[in-house]
């Protein structure tokens, strides 16, 4: 039943309540049994009686819509409170872990995957790190590779001197000195096809030859040497790494 239905019988009322007056007043002098008025007396009692029932129809429709516009937030605020739940979980788990590595490079007890984390966290409009670099330095930190910390602090001049450098619109062979004697190298003569498979890595669905690399030990030891495989894009001002690890075969 809709309220613009129930108020339409009201105007109705109102006309029978209308011609009931009016017919009152014109008939003062009839008897009080008359006909006509009688009718129109026990119209207004049948009017009076069907409106209060939708009187009372209204109020309890008027109830459930209140009752469902209370339940529709309630639900709505659930949808909303479960998807920032969501979104924070994901949030935190960045947090935590980028947290972790923070503590760790501070209190020099970091792995070469925290390193990695360190960087990409705290400068990510600079730098990305591929799965295929951290896979590599799971693998040395899996061997407990000796010098995470100097690894640490070449990754940490990657992303701010030389990169400030490149970005500045310097060229390599300045931005190079950065590392300072024997812990950079802009390529590697003499390569094997395979030697340059192993250097090159899918980044955004390209493969990207990385022959730019930062390095610690020269033995084939996954304990004591590192080479770290990156390269620049200037159009993105960006670094990519793609391999943290083992040396890698020429």
């Not at 029978?16 to 009016?22: A, G, K, T, W």
């Not at 209060?52 to 529709?72: A, H, K, Y």
């Not at 709505?76 to 409170?81: I, K, R, V």
């Amino acid at each position: 039943m809709s309220l613009r239905h129930i108020s339409r019988e009201k105007v109705s009322e109102q006309i029978v309540r209308s011609r009931l007056q009016h017919i009152q007043s014109a008939s003062a002098d009839l008897p009080d049994n008359d006909a006509e008025l009688q009718v129109y007396q026990e119209l207004l009692g049948s009017v009076d009686d069907e409106l209060r029932g939708r009187s009372q129809e209204i109020s309890t429709l008027r109830d459930e819509i209140n009752s469902l516009t209370t339940e529709n937030g309630r639900l709505l605020s659930l949808m909303a409170g479960y998807g920032h739940s969501t979104h924070e979980a994901s949030v935190d788990v960045d947090l935590v872990r980028l947290r972790t590595a923070v503590l760790a490079q501070l209190g020099n007890t970091s792995s070469l995957v925290q390193s990695l984390e360190f960087v990409q966290g705290l400068f990510p409009e600079r730098v990305d790190v591929l799965d295929s670099a951290f896979k590599s330095a799971q693998e040395s930190d899996d061997a407990r590779f000796k010098f995470c910390r100097k690894a640490g602090d070449l990754l940490l001049v990657l992303v701010t001197n030389y990169w400030e450098v490149l970005a500045g619109g310097g060229p390599d062979q300045t931005a190079k000195d950065c590392f300072g004697a024997q812990a950079y190298s802009a390529n590697e003569s003499g390569l094997s096809s395979r030697g340059r498979a192993e250097r090159t890595f899918l980044y955004r669905g390209e493969p990207v030859f990385m022959d730019k690399h930062l390095k610690i030990g020269g033995k084939d030891s996954l304990a004591t040497t590192l080479r770290i495989h990156f390269e620049w894009f200037s159009g993105d001002r960006k670094i990519v790494i793609g391999h943290c690890g083992r040396h890698l075969r020429f």
